[in-house]
């Protein structure tokens, strides 16, 4: 069974950076698609970014040029840079890993993520 264990969320004043970090067990990590998605209070899950097995990478326009995702195949570790935080970024950050980019087969407990104005 695959494990997805969060990690480096908090509270932040708005302009401020996080990393969040996403540790992989159970599986070839190497071979997955990675992705961070959000879910904001009241609102439904959506998505933030993603990385190939290759480093490929792809953002949602709310976050593009401010956040950066990359991946350390050595650590089974997914990362979550997170720059120029906005009050709208706060929300429960969540991991998912996949076979392909659009089945998100595996999915952690997800870290708060929380910018203060």
């Known amino acids: 069974q695959v494990q997805l264990v969060e990690s480096g969320g908090g509270l932040v004043q708005a302009g401020g950076s996080l990393r969040l970090s996403c540790a992989a067990s159970g599986r070839t990590f190497s071979s997955y ?10 609102k439904e899950r959506v998505f933030v970014a993603r ?12 976050v593009k040029g401010r956040f950066t ?3 350390d195949n050595a650590k089974n570790t997914v990362y979550l840079q997170m720059n ?15 076979i392909t980019s659009s089945t998100w087969s595996d999915w952690g407990q997800g870290t708060q993520v929380t910018v203060s104005s």
């Open 51 to 62: 990385i190939r097995s290759g480093g490929t990478t792809y953002y949602a326009d709310s």
């Open 33 to 42: 698609v990675m992705a961070w998605f959000r879910q904001a209070p009241g």
């Open 84 to 98: 120029s935080l906005k009050p709208e970024d706060t929300a429960v950050y969540y991991c998912a890993s996949g």
């Open 69 to 71: 995702i990359s991946r």
